[in-house]
């Protein structure tokens, strides 16, 4: 890598961590809430009470509650890694089957 290449990484991943940070700190008072509070919320904006959920969670009804915010992070991040591991996978095999065809 030359000199040149390595200034415009080095710029260019400084560029990325700003992006990256500029808004944590910007944003002053900021909530990051979830994509399951804010429709909760506006549901209830628009039917007030008398909206009743069609169905509860399966793991809720077994466990008898709510699942606490750090499980449901977990087994986000588990269904995360078992996607990118398949996909990973499946990308994976595509590259060497092209390998193996040019050889």
């Known amino acids: 890598m030359t ?56 793991l809720e009804t077994m466990l008898g509650g709510e699942l606490p915010g750090e499980v449901e992070s977990l087994i986000f991040c588990l269904q995360t890694g078992i996607g990118v591991g398949v996909l990973a996978f499946f990308m994976g095999r595509f590259v060497e089957r092209k390998k193996w065809q040019d050889k």
């Open 3 to 58: 000199a040149k290449n390595k200034k415009i990484m080095a710029v260019l991943l400084l560029l990325v961590c700003l992006i990256a940070m500029i808004p944590l700190f910007a944003i002053k008072g900021a909530e990051f809430g979830g994509s399951d509070d804010a429709g909760s919320q506006m549901i209830s904006e628009i039917r007030g009470t008398e909206y009743e959920p069609w169905f509860t969670p399966v």
